[in-house]
């Protein structure tokens, strides 16, 4: 089932923020995150809001999803205010799988984002795609509404491990899917892989950096696969038929993935991405691990403006009901205060390539950190602090000891 959501103060139905998140709008990048909650059905290891056909129930449809999503962001531009001139950066439309909805309704939603906001010159336009839910024709029409960016959700090449995710692509679709992505005109292409599922081999991880590195993507992203409560995967390793993955393998396939991608010339920019130059840097979650504002549409999704944080109901019903009823479709908020937002930033900045301010850190603890190598000793002397790849692997250790 869908992870819960965390409690916290109540919104205001008309979801109006406090004065001090409004402070400064405008001075920060904006940017629009669209959740997409439809799948066709529901792969074993996956915890994110979505469901299937069965599991919407009344109340909700992908038919009428788009015109709701609309109606958010003209709430959206109500709260913020309509003097404010707010360029939208970067739109990212995740999921779920966003292309279950026609290319057109993708497009309106991102129209309304421009006719209300305005896309800032050279916006970045992201959607997520299944490799089996894309046809050449539905890529083609996504370049025409004026989507930028397509990231695939690859995760493997190998057959056995794709079934233990219960993905529903074989791996020779993606190669297919990236060169219609190419040939309709996108320059910019990610494909997301996991590592660590049961079964997998160092050669079969090897496999599937290869097969997509033969695809010549500008972006790939790789994620160590976590063991959700409350997913199939989880109740099949507590049963014993599958072995939950080992950190040291965890590990290994992390140094096998940043030697591999980097031969290719492809340089990690945070701890699980990696592009082939500047301009392939995914510029959305770049907006997101720098204290960016931005506004989270559709149900259980999550939005940031000015240390104030909210998130979505999140069953699509309940979501359509709200907007229906013009009110916030806010489930709760919390307002951050100055040292979670310093904490904050440490646990985000500190993922990145350039790393993080080192005035934001304590002095003794950073000067350990580096003579344990799990910080770069030349940033700190210019007052970064960087991860070293063996602090990368240790990342959340690391950032424990120096907040």
């Not at 998140?21 to 997409?36: I, K, N, S, W």
């Not at 976590?226 to 997913?231: A, F, R």
């Not at 205060?337 to 080192?358: N, V």
Request: aromatic letters at 8%.
């Amino acid at each position: 089932m869908p992870s819960t959501l965390p409690d916290g103060e109540p919104v205001p139905a008309d979801g109006a923020l406090p004065s001090r998140a409004l402070e400064g709008l405008g001075t920060r990048p904006f940017a629009f995150y669209v959740h997409v909650p439809f799948c066709v059905t529901r792969c074993g290891y996956c915890d994110f809001n979505t469901y299937t056909a069965t599991e919407l129930g009344p109340g909700a449809s992908r038919d009428s999803y788009a015109e709701t999503a609309i109606a958010e962001v003209r709430m959206a531009r109500r709260v913020l205010g309509d003097d404010v001139d707010l360029p939208v950066e970067t739109v990212f439309v995740g999921g779920g799988t966003p292309t279950l909805l026609p290319p057109d309704d993708l497009g309106r939603v991102l129209a309304a984002i421009d006719a209300e906001f305005g896309l800032a010159p050279g916006a970045e336009v992201t959607t997520e795609a299944n490799p089996e839910s894309v046809d050449e024709r539905y890529v083609g029409r996504l370049r025409e509404v004026g989507f930028t960016r397509v990231s695939y959700g690859m995760q493997s090449a190998r057959e056995h491990v794709l079934a233990v995710l219960e993905r529903a692509h074989t791996p020779g679709r993606v190669p297919q899917v990236v060169e219609w992505t190419r040939r309709a005109g996108f320059e910019h292409i990610n494909l997301d892989l996991i590592y660590g599922t049961p079964g997998e081999t160092d050669d079969d991880w090897r496999a599937s950096l290869e097969a997509a590195l033969n695809t010549e993507p500008d972006h790939v992203s790789a994620y160590a696969l976590i063991v959700e409560d409350g997913t199939r995967l989880a109740a099949q390793v507590r049963r014993g038929e599958l072995t939950a993955p080992d950190d040291d393998a965890m590990a290994d396939r992390y140094l096998i993935a940043d030697e591999l991608l980097t031969a290719q010339g492809l340089h990690w920019y945070e701890i699980s991405n990696w592009a082939a130059d500047p301009t392939a840097v995914c510029r959305h979650n770049m907006l997101y691990w720098t204290g960016a504002d931005w506004w989270g549409v559709g149900p259980g999704a999550h939005s940031h403006v000015g240390g104030t944080r909210w998130w979505n109901v999140k069953h699509p019903a309940a979501y359509a009901a709200r907007l229906a009823e013009a009110r916030s479709p806010a489930h709760a908020r919390e307002v951050l205060d100055d040292d979670d937002r310093r904490i904050e930033r440490i646990m985000l900045e500190l993922r990145l390539a350039k790393g993080c301010p080192t005035t934001l850190l304590d002095d003794k603890a950073t000067r350990r950190a580096i003579d344990d190598g799990l910080l770069e000793p030349t940033p700190y002397e210019q007052g970064r602090a960087v991860l070293t790849l063996h602090g990368r692997l240790l990342a959340d250790a690391v950032v424990r000891a120096l907040t």
